[in-house]
T-cell receptor, first 113, second 111 residues
Framework: DGGITQSPKYLFRKEGQNVTLSCEQN?????MYWYRQDPGQGLRLIYY???????QKGDIAEGYSVSREKKESFPLTVTSAQKNPTAFYLC????????????FGDGTRLSIL | SQQGEEDPQALSIQEGENATMNCSYK?????LQWYRQNSGRGLVHLIL?????REKHSGRLRVTLDTSKKSSSLLITASRAADTASYFC???????????FGGGTRLMVKP
C-alpha cells in the first residue's frame, strides 16, 4: 500500500538540541510539505518542496530547516533557534500544484523536556 | 496565516442529524478542498470542488461553493458517531502556489 510514513510518533527535545523528524513517501509524488499544528488550531506551512533538490520557505520557516536529496524523503530539522517547538508536525505529499489533494502522514508530536 | 475561516469552531449533534460547516475565504481561488482529521492523526482528503462548480456530492457529503460570496459549506447527512473529527477547508493562497488551511470545525456526533 502506498502512503506517507512519519517517524518517530513522539519526540522529546532538550534545550539547545536540534532534532530531526523523518518523512518518507512511496506515492511517487513530486511535491512534499511540512506543517505545524498547535492544539485546537489549523495547519501552518513550514517548508515545501516541489521537486528534488529544491525547497521554499512557508509561512513559519524560522527555526526550521529541510533537505530534499531524494524524491521519497523530506526530513525536517527543528533547530535550537525554534524557541517554541512544542507542536504536532504533519508531513504531506501531492503530485504538485494547488489543485491536487494532499496526502498526509500520521504526524510527530514534539515536546520539550 | 489565514486561521479562523471556518464556523462554527465546534459543533455537537446527535447521531442521525445533519451537520453543516462553513468556510469563508478572501482571495480568488480555482478550487477549494475539504479534509477530515481524527484526533491525533493526519488529515484525510474528502472532496475538491472547482471554481466553476456550485455543488458536489460524495456519499453522505455535499459541498457547495459560492464564489460571489467567497464561501463554501460542507454538509454531512445522517451523521454517525464515527464522523466525530475535525474538518478543515483549504484553498490556494494569494500567490496560488500552496494551500492555506482554515482553523477547522470540531464535530462531535453523540450516539
Amino acid at each position: 500500500d502506498g502512503g506517507i510514513t512519519q517517524s518517530p510518533k513522539y519526540l522529546f527535545r532538550k534545550e539547545g538540541q536540534n532534532v530531526t523528524l523523518s518523512c518518507e513517501q512511496n506515492l511517487n509524488h513530486d511535491a512534499m510539505y511540512w506543517y505545524r499544528q498547535d492544539p485546537g488550531q489549523g495547519l501552518r506551512l513550514i517548508y515545501y518542496s516541489q521537486i528534488v533538490n529544491d525547497f521554499q520557505k512557508g509561512d513559519i520557516a524560522e527555526g526550521y530547516s529541510v533537505s530534499r536529496e531524494k524524491k521519497e524523503s523530506f526530513p525536517l530539522t527543528v533547530t535550537s533557534a525554534q524557541k517554541n517547538p512544542t507542536a504536532f508536525y504533519l508531513c504531506a505529499s501531492s503530485t504538485g500544484g494547488n489543485t491536487q489533494p494532499q496526502h498526509f502522514g500520521d504526524g510527530t508530536r514534539l515536546s520539550i523536556l | 496565516s489565514q486561521q479562523g475561516e471556518e464556523d462554527p469552531q465546534a459543533l455537537s449533534i446527535q447521531e442521525g442529524e445533519n451537520a453543516t460547516m462553513n468556510c469563508s475565504y478572501k482571495t480568488s481561488i480555482n478550487n477549494l478542498q475539504w479534509y477530515r482529521q481524527n484526533s491525533g492523526r493526519g488529515l484525510v482528503h474528502l472532496i475538491l470542488i472547482r471554481s466553476n462548480e456550485r455543488e458536489k456530492h460524495s456519499g453522505r457529503l455535499r459541498v457547495t461553493l459560492d464564489t460571489s460570496k467567497k464561501s463554501s459549506s460542507l454538509l454531512i447527512t445522517a451523521s454517525r458517531a464515527a464522523d466525530t473529527a475535525s474538518y478543515f477547508c483549504a484553498h490556494p493562497n494569494n500567490a496560488g502556489n500552496m494551500l492555506t488551511f482554515g482553523g477547522g470545525t470540531r464535530l462531535m456526533v453523540k450516539p
